[in-house]
């Protein structure tokens, strides 16, 4: 029997993910939980089936979806402009069971720029120039799937989730960053941020993967609002992966 290509073994990793969230339920002030890799799985198994098509270096990774980001395209940092017009994936988007009025997902008509999202995938295309020269080493993918609201629309993030909420999610997370890193066999794994940095180290020590971490471009971040682009770059440079390096 033919293996499964790459792509579509991250695919089924990406269905057991959603499995074994789907039960899962997050108390006040939660009062919304949006989960892109179910309603938005076209876009989603697009981005896989085109950019993770064997192993890869280097992979990325994201804490959970943003709002206006991979909660509307189903893809890692995913801000619209960017995924459609440089990634070229655009797919119909359905709806989470129960959205929340103050955060509709409109899908590839949302208006709204994700600044992360912009910032990430605007400094890849300007340094790569093509998606392809970027994914032959990289790949992007973010820790958790869910996207976590209050009722007001305020986003939450999966480390101020009560202990007893968090545990179960992170061991879920865990294995689905265990499955990537199998499939893809990266060398290295690099938070965009402190938590994917962290949950990376817990996750994947002593398996003979090389960790960093660079800044996250929240706009949040007084220090991504300054030069968020040239520090990352001397962040990677410091580690060896100074973009379109090879050594």
Same mark, same amino acid.
């Given at each position: 029997?033919?293996?499964?290509?790459?792509?579509?073994?991250? $695919?089924?990793?990406?269905?057991?993910?959603?499995? @074994?969230?789907?039960?899962? +339920?997050? &108390?006040?002030? $939660? +009062?919304?939980?949006?989960?892109? $890799?179910?309603?938005?799985?076209?876009?989603?198994?697009?981005?896989?089936r085109r950019y993770a098509t064997g192993p890869r270096r280097v992979i990325f990774l994201g804490?959970?979806?943003?709002?206006? *980001?991979?909660?509307?395209? *189903?893809?890692?940092?995913?801000?619209?402009?960017?995924?459609?017009?440089?990634?070229?994936?655009?797919e119909p988007v359905g709806q989470p069971p129960r959205p929340n009025a103050r955060r509709p997902?409109?899908?590839?008509?949302? +208006?709204?720029?994700?600044?992360? *999202?912009?910032?990430?995938?605007?400094?890849?295309?300007?340094?790569?120039?093509?998606?392809?020269?970027?994914f032959a080493d990289h790949f992007v993918a973010n820790y958790c799937p869910l996207v976590f609201?209050?009722?007001?629309?305020?986003?939450?993030?999966?480390?101020?989730?009560?202990?007893?909420?968090?545990?179960?999610?992170?061991?879920?997370? @865990?294995?689905?960053?265990?499955?990537?890193?199998?499939?893809?066999?990266?060398?290295?794994?690099?938070?965009?941020?402190?938590?994917?940095?962290?949950?990376? &180290?817990?996750?994947?020590?002593?398996?003979?993967?090389?960790?960093?971490?660079?800044?996250?471009?929240?706009?949040?971040?007084?220090?991504?609002?300054?030069?968020?682009?040239?520090?990352?770059?001397?962040?990677?440079?410091?580690?060896?992966?100074?973009?379109?390096?090879?050594?």
């Amino acid at each position: 029997m033919c293996p499964l290509p790459t792509a579509e073994r991250l $695919i089924a990793a990406t269905r057991r993910l959603r499995r @074994d969230v789907a039960p899962m +339920t997050f &108390g006040s002030p $939660i +009062t919304h939980v949006y989960n892109p $890799i179910e309603y938005a799985m076209r876009p989603h198994h697009a981005y896989l089936r085109r950019y993770a098509t064997g192993p890869r270096r280097v992979i990325f990774l994201g804490m959970n979806p943003g709002p206006f *980001g991979m909660a509307q395209t *189903g893809v890692p940092f995913g801000e619209v402009n960017r995924v459609r017009d440089w990634l070229g994936i655009e797919e119909p988007v359905g709806q989470p069971p129960r959205p929340n009025a103050r955060r509709p997902i409109q899908g590839f008509a949302c +208006t709204r720029s994700e600044v992360s *999202g912009a910032r990430l995938w605007g400094a890849v295309a300007g340094h790569f120039e093509r998606p392809e020269h970027f994914f032959a080493d990289h790949f992007v993918a973010n820790y958790c799937p869910l996207v976590f609201m209050e009722a007001s629309g305020r986003n939450n993030t999966p480390d101020k989730l009560p202990t007893a909420e968090r545990e179960p999610l992170f061991e879920v997370c @865990d294995r689905f960053l265990l499955d990537l890193t199998r499939i893809l066999e990266p060398e290295w794994v690099i938070g965009v941020g402190a938590f994917a940095a962290r949950r990376a &180290g817990a996750c994947l020590a002593g398996r003979g993967v090389r960790f960093g971490q660079i800044l996250h471009p929240s706009p949040a971040n007084p220090r991504a609002n300054r030069d968020w682009e040239g520090e990352v770059r001397g962040q990677l440079s410091a580690l060896g992966l100074c973009p379109g390096a090879s050594g």
